[in-house]
Nanobody, 116 residues
Framework: QVQLVESGGGLVQPGGSLRLSCAAS????????MGWYRQAPGKQRELVAT???????IYTDSVKGRFTISMDIAKNTIYLQMNSLKPEDTAVYYC??????????WGQGTQVTVSS
């Protein structure tokens, strides 16, 4: 059973930065992709960024140029560096792992609030 544990959320002013971390209990080599989703109040969960095992990372248009997804294979951890944060980035952020022939694994979520 894969476990994903997020950390790094919090309250930040507009224009500020945060870095989210997601530590996996198993080797991330076994995943087809890992990524970040977010869900704001009253809205559907949406993809923020994903990093496939092969190929380039993918970002939703609203975060391109501001957010960067990265991976530390030795630590079985992925990160989401978020810069130039805006109030509309406020949401619960979830870590996701896509596994072959198994349901996706999800973290418990971490709250990001962008407010002055």
């Amino acid at each position: 059973q894969v476990q994903l544990v997020e950390s790094g959320g919090g309250l930040v002013q507009p224009g500020g930065s945060l870095r989210l971390s997601c530590a996996a209990s198993g080797s991330i080599f076994s995943f087809n992709a890992m990524g970040w989703y977010r869900q704001a109040p009253g809205k559907q969960r949406e993809l923020v960024a994903t990093r496939p095992r092969t190929g380039s990372s993918i970002y939703t248009d609203s975060v391109k140029g501001r957010f960067t997804i990265s991976m530390d294979i030795a630590k079985n951890t992925i990160y989401l560096q978020m810069n130039s944060l805006k109030p509309e980035d406020t949401a619960v952020y979830y870590c996701n792992a896509q596994r072959p022939l198994q349901p996706d694994a999800w973290g418990q979520g971490t709250q990001v609030t962008v407010s002055s």
